[in-house]
């Protein structure tokens, strides 16, 4: 997904709002989640956002989402945040927040999703961090 920075998008030191940031990688994860499972999702939490480097106004913003594992309803998903230089095409990582969705059937009821085959060594990465990430996310529940 590639966004403009544009000035209504700024705060008063010219750089995007954390906010939108965070509504544009809500965005990204949920159409990665809805997309591997093909129906509707919710998000169910955000894990971590870590705010790297600003993005100045006028530059391009390029999130990457991929669906790490599906468990019964839910699935993680990673979104990688990237700015981008109009001028030079130099892009530089500026953030990564992980996900959570859930698999909603008709009624709005959570529903089986389907199961993530990984085929490369970063799928094989991320399925296997998933899950380490999920069992501190169940042991944190309840504190």
Same mark, same amino acid.
């Given at each position: ?68 594992? @599906?468990? !019964?309803?839910?699935? +993680? ?8 230089? /109009? #001028?030079?095409?130099? %892009? ?29 060594? @970063?799928? !094989?990465?991320?399925? +296997? ?8 996310? /169940? #042991?944190?529940?309840? %504190?």
């Amino acid at each position: 997904m590639t966004e403009i920075v544009l000035p209504n998008h700024a705060n008063a030191h010219g750089n995007i709002l954390g906010g939108r940031v965070m509504h544009l990688i809500d965005l990204a994860a949920a159409m990665a989640a809805a997309r591997h499972c093909r129906q509707q999702v919710v998000t169910a939490s955000v894990d971590s956002l870590v705010f790297l480097h600003p993005i100045k106004v006028g530059a391009l913003v390029l999130l990457e989402a991929n669906v790490c594992r @599906a468990f !019964r309803s839910s699935m +993680e998903v990673e979104v990688d945040v990237f700015s981008e230089d /109009l #001028q030079s095409g130099k %892009r530089l990582q500026t953030s990564t927040a992980f996900l959570t969705f859930v698999a909603l059937d008709e009624d709005g009821n959570p529903r089986k999703a389907p199961r993530i085959r990984p085929r490369t060594k @970063a799928d !094989r990465r991320r399925f +296997e961090g998933a899950l380490e990430r999920r069992e501190q996310r /169940l #042991q944190g529940k309840g %504190r």
